[in-house]
């Protein structure tokens, strides 16, 4: 069976499929995102990919006024870091709500927006919205 | 002001330093328009050999160690020999350091590594930056370049926000209010208002800070340091040849340093900065204090969350006390525990690259009573605290008075 590797560029084409997906360990089951071809805890390269449920708790947020040039057209725009059902940590833009409507601790849902970049990079989005 | 405990002196002055900083130069912050960043680090250099007459320059230097972030606000790497030659240093070896915010504090600790080897008798390190020339949105993207590409900047992330994570964890978690934050601007700017190389040397009251506009909320537009201009430098020497050069250096004793994920997420927590922890940690024991020994800190305001997480990181108070420490006045110039009397980051402003060695010269001037209108009086232990991105690298540096 051919492997699939263990990078962040595959992680990028799950997305596109519109999967949330983890590297776990074979060894020690520890699971991990960003994808690195070693378990960060144990060491062993006996590894595989395992798709997330991609739902997850609101950890802590922001509202960013003041964006970088790519960014410029969406903002204001709320961005934050999720606790998913797995116990992973996940960064992300917050749609589908309004930015005083977020409050830390509220349940998101991972969702994609599978338009493709036509440039390097070329990584869809995954974002969070409400369920 | 906090006195070292009886026992613990003689432990310190058995303890030999690891270098000695026999001088320091310091370029005007600001918008230096018209001027490239290699003629802003020289005139930082030229400071540092005024103020150390006993030096050769083209004889008594061996190595230029320089924190420089990024090539892309000037469009120029190969830092390192460039802003040697500017200096009037060449031929020496110039060696670049790149750690985000924190490059020229870890240039210090390559210095210290340069001078304890053996390998030379007397080094500069140093940082330099020139920032103001760009867009905003520019300086906003390249700074942003700091923290991790896939699954950060990707999402639309920037530096702001991710220190506004931060901010957001530590106000839901301690109830740190956003008026605290703006406490922190207020008496930075106090600070910075005293020094004439600072950036913006004009007080802001609380109102102004609190309706200032939101950059990435909670953090407003004066709960951020400042794009700023700027070149530091120090040199250093081995402590049994300090007295040769000066009759004030000023000791490293402690030197720390520590690494975290790049990216903020990848954290458990984020109300604390691990690496600034660690860092701190292994300063203290190498020094032999403690964080209540420390008459005086700068420490990497680069937004005011930002300072009240390095108390706690410090030890200066207990997790979630920072925000009630600045409250309190305690780390005002008047207070217990003066923090960045220079005015720091906010207020003096953040060149990223120069910050870390800029840090240490406020120390060095105030530990040989030449801070002016903005010296403490007595003081004897000073500490550094310089992060690079929202955290990936902190290095923390202990300094004695000569």
């Given amino acids: 069976m051919e492997t699939i590797p263990f990078t962040i560029e595959q992680f990028y084409k799950f997305i596109g499929e519109r999967k949330l997906m983890a590297v776990k360990c074979r060894s020690c089951a520890t699971l991990f995102v960003p994808p690195k071809n070693v378990c960060p805890r144990c060491f062993s390269t006996d590894l595989e990919w395992t798709k997330l449920e991609e739902k997850g708790r609101l950890l802590t947020y922001t509202v960013i006024h003041v964006p970088p040039k790519q960014f410029q057209s969406v903002a204001p725009y709320a961005v934050g870091i999720i606790k998913l059902e797995e116990g992973l940590h996940l960064l992300g833009m917050i749609r589908g709500v309004k930015p005083e409507e977020i409050k830390v601790g509220i349940n998101l849902i991972v969702d994609f927006d599978t338009d493709m970049p036509s440039q390097w990079p070329m990584w869809p989005h995954y974002f969070f919205r409400p369920p | 002001m906090y006195n070292l405990l009886s026992g613990k002196e003689d432990a310190l002055l058995a303890r030999k330093p690891l270098v000695s900083i026999v001088s320091a130069g310091l370029s005007k912050f600001g918008k230096r328009k018209g001027m490239y960043g290699r003629e802003i680090f020289a005139e930082a250099v030229r400071e540092a050999f005024e103020r150390c007459p006993n030096l050769n320059p083209k004889q008594d230097i061996e190595a230029l160690i320089v924190g420089h972030m990024g090539e892309s606000f000037e469009h120029q790497g190969h830092t390192g020999p460039t802003v040697l030659d500017w200096a009037g240093m060449l031929p020496i070896p110039a060696i ?83 008026e605290q934050m703006a406490t922190v601007a207020v008496k930075n700017h106090r600070h910075g208002a005293l020094n004439p190389k600072a950036h913006m040397q004009k007080e802001v009251t609380l109102e102004q800070v609190m309706s200032s506009r939101v950059i990435a909320w909670p953090l407003k537009l004066f709960d951020c340091s400042l794009i700023t201009d700027g070149a530091s430098c120090l040199i250093l ?80 108070c207990k997790p979630g006390e920072g925000g009630g420490l600045v409250k309190k006045g305690t780390t005002t110039i008047e207070g217990e525990l003066p923090v960045n009397t220079s005015g720091g980051l906010k207020s003096k402003g953040h060149p990223v690259g120069a910050t870390g060695t800029a840090q240490a010269y406020e120390i060095y001037l105030q530990l040989t009573e030449q801070a002016e209108r903005r010296q403490v009086k007595d003081a004897e232990i000073g500490l550094t605290h310089n992060v690079g991105g929202s955290g990936a690298t902190a290095a923390v540096h202990i300094y004695r008075r000569g």
């Fill in chain 2, 96 to 178: 670049r350091i790149e750690s985000a915010c924190a490059s020229s504090g870890v240039a210090l600790r390559c210095g210290i590594f340069a001078v304890l080897s053996g390998m030379h008798d007397v080094v500069m390190v140093g940082g330099v930056e020139k920032m103001t020339h760009r867009a905003t949105s520019d300086v906003t993207e390249f700074l942003a370049m700091a923290s991790d590409f896939p699954f950060e900047q990707w999402q639309g992330m920037t530096f702001p926000g991710l220190y506004a994570l931060i901010a957001t964890a530590h106000m839901h978690r301690y109830g740190t209010t956003e």
């Fill in chain 2, 237 to 316: 020497t081995k402590p049994e040849l300090a007295r040769k050069f000066t009759d004030a250096p000023v000791h490293v004793i402690g030197s720390g340093q520590a690494s975290d994920a790049i990216g903020l997420y990848e954290r458990e927590e984020f109300t604390t900065l691990k690496a600034a922890k660690l860092a701190a940690r292994e300063a203290y024991r190498m020094a032999k204090v403690e964080s209540r020994d420390v008459d005086i800190a700068e420490v990497h305001d680069c937004f005011t969350i930002a300072e009240i997480v390095a108390y706690e990181d410090l030890g200066f």
